[in-house]
């Protein structure tokens, strides 16, 4: 009987966390610029702690050219789906934009968007600027996911060479 008493006040107590989370979510839809950048009401958004490869980068998978700057775009535009996501601002960069942790409520569970995309291999760990995603990185690329499986230039290499360039 104790028992009984315990596991229906352990599951009320988790069905109520549960609602309450729910109700404290509250998504803003963004427009997605690149795999790591998101605009809204003309305010442009970094995402903390990635570095995804620029909307025109190229990469090479199975010796043919893979738009995997596209392909970031379009999984952080996936993620972000018709709900949004849920950001909150850390500050800014020197650029002016504001820098953001993303989440989305998947089961009830807040998902970190820079996790996610770390993890899925469309981005790597900014490392130069902070030491979150690292774990995530390693293992994506330990299962060759996203830009792992191909030959690319990191995202930071790909934009001083291009600015070496002009």
């Known amino acids: ?10 599951l009320t107590f988790l069905i109520l966390t549960m609602s309450t989370q ?3 979510w509250n998504p803003q839809n ?3 610029t690149d795999g790591d950048t998101l605009k809204r009401n003309g305010i442009r958004y970094r995402l903390e702690g990635i570095d995804a490869p620029e909307i025109n980068q190229i990469c ?9 700057g596209l392909a970031a775009a379009l999984y952080l535009e996936q993620l972000h789906g018709a709900d949004g996501f849920e950001c909150e601002d850390l500050g800014q960069d020197r650029y002016k934009r504001i820098l ?8 009830g569970n807040r998902m970190d968007i820079g996790s996610l995309m770390v993890g899925e291999g469309y981005a790597l760990a900014y490392r130069r600027y902070s030491k979150d995603y690292i774990g995530e990185e390693e293992l994506a690329k330990e299962n060759n996911k ?10 930071w290499e790909w934009r001083r060479a291009r600015s070496n360039k002009k």
């Open 1 to 10: 009987m104790k028992i009984k008493y315990i596991f229906y006040t352990l």
């Open 100 to 107: 953001a942790r993303c989440y989305i409520l998947e089961d």
């Open 146 to 155: 996203g830009l792992w499986r191909s030959k690319f230039m990191k995202p």
């Open 30 to 32: 963004y427009t997605i």
């Open 60 to 68: 090479t998978l199975n010796n043919q050219d893979w738009e995997c």
């Open 22 to 24: 729910a109700l404290d």
